[in-house]
């Protein structure tokens, strides 16, 4: 039994003149009217600065350029209980790079999506092969038109064959007749017809077959070629027409004006059916081979026409077994002698013509829409759990908390020894192969600070000195910078540690300073503080300025008479808001050209230097870009989804899902904190509730990560599973989000004036 009946269809459509939109429109109209009756739609991509007089079956245009709009047309289709989306795929039609904005409405949409692909690239550059490996991952299935794509989709991009269906290019049911009656109503009566038919553009080859038009003339005096359509609307807008022009002036060089006819039209089906009827020969003179698919040649191969082509990968399968003729690429000589050939056998033409016909009975429009609707079938069987199931709903299986567990410091515990944390563990079993980083251990000091506040019980007085030695044992004075890496036999393994290191040991210095309960420690932490600040200044990294920022926070508020100290603050402030400026587009609104790990401490450091230097600016902009990074940290169906580590490299593109880690939902409930004191927007809280509850198995595996009795944090989510292990870095993160919640919590009810909450993070 069927189980959806609405389908909507993203792609290009009708009138836009292009391939792709006739395909769109077509295998929507086909599948509307199938005995299925289902209800459908198409979005339409709208290329930059176009404008077109959709019809009714367009339910919703995106323009190809706005990412926004990618996300408001998620939402609609989420809002429109559609059962299956079926995306057209090529990457020229959707803006970004690669047509990178198209994965930021995949990855919001809640029902399953299958992908026609359009074209399959055997070489594709880092750019094409990241987009093309996210709209797989996206997709319940992938379809294409031919084996060979089905072939490359496994041997280049590893697609698993139970992904892959291969549904030829659907074509009119005409039945099979002769050119005469069609010849007659175009006023071509009495003439051998050739015809190409198809946007105009160089790669199509028709320079090639007009020199081979001599040759062909000298056995059939009769012979026209018909070059019918459009010059592509890219290469108007490009050169206007001056490709166009020059074929006009290469077939009056040649002197064979009246041999060869360029119809400038786009014409409608009906209109086409009759050229393709018309026509003795039909030729795809095409210049390479790396065409996956071809409309043109697949509607006249389908209405019976004998096909004369260069083996162009599509062609190559359909022409098999005596169905057409190959010829080389770019060899007039050879198109001519077998257009020739044919124009002067009769028998031999009708042969091929029946053969064709015959063979594609299986790819008229109607068994093209049975075949799409089996898979639609088959992928509306995968769809999601419903939102009622989904982890943290009041429905779900998975136990959910009533508010902020108590934060339980076992596993913490065994993850220290008498020189500080350890990096990493294998399961739960701490490995000392692993050694020790001040990146952990100035984490665990910034906890420490956190468990001063009300309500909380302080670590151990012996374990916050450790990790206080730990960093003063890290600090390099020769080379004025912070070590970060030291083995298991104490030895340091450098002299001196990265930018993000050293401001993120600042920053729990400036912690520190502000925060421990012990005067002697707090002095010890702003004189290292005020020797270490210098150094920063020469950072390029903006997330060693935003770590510094934090760590200016706390500083500042305990040193008030440092003025050098204030000034650093303004100019990390400032480069990160240059930055900004510099970077910031209508649909990338953040400080770099891609995302990495602690994105949310950027606008955090903005929002908290802004609060302190009484600098709206920095405020709003630390605002304004956490919100948009929540839009992309917020999976379709409302639960945090970390900025996943495979997205480290990308350049302006929506982040992929995995690997998730701990540390990007523990600096989002910081930032998150940071800006529901600026603003006290409820939204804050919840986000920030989100991140939390993504540690207790509100994720996109509804697996949890967290071990409440023993306070463990597994080190983050792969594709299909989490990561066992449970590092330092992990269980900090971990129980920092805890505490910041269960501060926000006790301070809820208080008056807005009265909450000076302090975000403090991992």
């Known amino acids: 039994m069927t189980r959806f009946k609405n389908i909507a269809f993203i792609g290009n459509s009708l009138p836009r003149r292009c391939g792709i939109a006739t395909f769109t429109t077509d295998l929507q109209h086909a599948v509307s009217n199938s005995p299925a009756r289902m209800g459908t739609a198409i979005v339409a991509m709208t290329d930059h600065g176009r404008a077109y007089d959709y019809p009714p079956s367009v339910w919703l245009e995106i323009p190809d350029e706005r990412l ?18 079926c995306l057209q795929h090529e990457f020229g039609i959707f803006g970004g790079e690669a047509g990178s904005h198209i994965l930021t409405l995949l990855s919001r949409l809640d029902m399953p999506v299958v992908t026609t692909l359009h074209t399959v690239l055997a070489e594709p550059n880092p750019a094409q092969r990241k987009v093309l490996a996210r709209i797989v991952e996206s997709s319940a299935k992938i379809v294409v038109m031919a084996e060979k794509g089905r072939a490359l989709l496994r041997e280049v991009y590893r697609v698993p064959a139970e992904k892959i269906e291969v549904i030829p ?43 081979a038009m001599p040759r062909i003339l000298e056995s059939r005096p009769d012979a026209v070629y018909v070059v019918l359509g459009a010059t592509h609307p890219n290469l108007v807008l490009r050169e206007g027409e001056a490709y166009r022009e020059s074929l006009i002036a290469h077939v009056r060089d040649l002197g064979i004006e009246k041999h060869v006819v360029f119809l400038d039209q786009f014409v409608d089906q009906a209109t086409l059916l009759d ?25 006249s191969f389908g209405l019976g026409k004998a096909v004369v082509s260069t083996p162009y990968w599509h062609a190559r399968e359909l022409l098999a077994g005596g169905r057409g003729i190959l010829v080389p690429f770019g060899d007039a000589k050879a198109i001519g002698n077998e257009i020739a050939g044919l124009l002067t056998d009769d028998a031999r033409r009708d042969a091929m013509r029946m053969r064709a016909y015959a063979s594609s009975r299986s790819m008229t429009w109607q068994r093209t829409a049975e075949r799409y609707l089996a898979v639609f079938e088959e992928a509306a069987q995968r769809r999601p759990l419903p939102n009622a199931l989904l982890p943290g709903s009041r429905n779900a299986p998975t136990r959910k908390p009533a508010g902020p567990p108590e934060p339980q410091f076992t596993y913490f515990l065994s993850m220290c020894d008498d020189t500080g944390l350890f990096q990493h563990a294998v399961h739960s079993v701490p490995d000392r192969s692993h050694g ?15 468990l001063n506040a009300a309500g909380e019980t302080p670590l151990p007085e012996p374990l916050t000195t450790r990790f206080a030695s730990f ?19 104490r030895r340091w393994l450098e002299d001196k540690g990265s930018e993000d290191s050293h401001g993120r040991t600042l920053w729990a210095l400036g912690e520190c300073a502000r925060s421990d309960s012990d005067p002697s420690r707090r002095t010890w932490a702003a004189t290292l503080f005020s020797e270490a600040l210098p150094t920063t200044e020469g950072f390029r990294s903006p997330r060693a300025w935003a770590f510094t920022l934090l760590g200016l926070d706390g500083y500042c508020e305990a040193s008030e008479e440092d003025v050098f100290a204030q000034r650093m603050r303004r100019l990390f402030a400032d480069r990160l808001m240059d930055l900004l400026v510099r970077v910031e587009t209508e649909d990338w609104i953040w400080f770099e050209e891609g995302l990495s790990y602690d994105n949310a401490r950027l606008p955090q450091a903005l929002i908290l230097a802004g609060l302190a230097t009484e600098t709206p600016a920095y405020t709003a902009a630390g605002l304004k870009t956490l919100r948009w990074l929540m839009t992309l940290q917020t999976a379709p169906r409302g639960h945090f989804r970390a900025i996943g580590t495979d997205s480290f490299s990308d350049r302006r593109m929506p982040p992929q899902g995995f690997d998730q880690q701990p540390l990007e939902a523990a600096a989002t409930i910081s930032a998150c904190l940071a800006a529901w004191r600026a603003d006290h927007s409820a939204e804050w809280r919840a986000d920030a509730a989100s991140a939390f509850a993504w ?7 509804s697996l949890p990560l967290v071990d409440l009795d023993t306070g463990s944090c597994r080190d983050g989510l792969h594709r299909a599973r989490v990561n066992e292990n449970r590092g330092g870095e992990s269980v900090v993160s971990y129980l920092l989000g805890l505490i910041e919640l269960r501060q926000l919590s006790r301070l809820s009810d208080k008056p807005a004036a009265l909450t000076p909450l302090r975000a403090l993070g991992a």
């Open 275 to 299: 050229f393709i009827s018309m026509c003795d020969v039909y030729t795809t003179p095409y210049l390479n081979e790396a065409q996956m698919t071809s409309g043109t040649l697949a509607y």
């Open 471 to 489: 960093v003063q044992h890290a600090w390099n004075p020769d080379e004025k910078h912070f070590r970060n890496f030291m083995g298991f036999d």
């Open 68 to 85: 926004d709009d990618y996300i408001r047309a998620a939402e609609a289709l989420n809002a429109g209980r559609f059962d299956v989306v």
């Open 436 to 450: 020790y980083c001040v990146d952990d251990n100035a984490r665990a000091l910034i906890l420490a600070s956190a």
């Open 695 to 701: 540690f207790l198995g509100a994720n996109d595996l």
């Open 169 to 211: 290019h659907g074509i009119p049911d005409i039945a099979f007749s002769e050119p005469a009656v069609a010849k007659a109503k175009l006023g071509f009566e009495g003439r051998s017809v050739i015809l190409t038919f198809g946007l105009l553009s160089p790669n199509k080859g028709v320079e090639v077959m007009i020199d």
